[in-house]
């Protein structure tokens, strides 16, 4: 009899462990797919703020490119400038007909 009982505790405990295992591997299942969903979630969001980026450097370097033509204009002018304010006084002696002493 009492052996009878040892056997019957023991495919209780089989029976239990098994129901253990299946529910483990079923929470397993369900935790790979939430990390799946999350991996996927992740991967767009990075592929977004790559995107992002990039479209971010391409207007940088527009920028860039057109300030340093806008620049180059202004320096154009300044040079233009400061070549025309040194000639200025020559030009109005020249103009008013005055002659520096010899």
């Known amino acids: 009899m009492l052996r009878r009982a040892h056997e019957f505790c023991a495919k209780i405990s089989r029976g239990m462990w098994l129901a253990t295992l299946v529910q483990n ?3 397993l299942v369900q935790t790979q797919a939430a990390f ?6 992740t991967n767009r969001q990075n592929a977004e703020t790559n995107r992002q980026l990039a479209e971010t450097n391409r207007k ?3 920028l860039e490119r057109v300030t340093a ?3 180059a204009r202004i320096l154009a002018l300044l040079l233009e400038n400061t070549r025309l304010l040194q000639a200025l006084p020559d030009a109005i002696c020249e103009k008013i007909g005055f002659k520096p002493p010899a």
């Open 60 to 62: 940088l370097a527009e």
């Open 36 to 41: 799946v969903v999350q991996v996927a979630e």
């Open 69 to 71: 033509e806008r620049f």
């Open 25 to 27: 591997q079923a929470t």
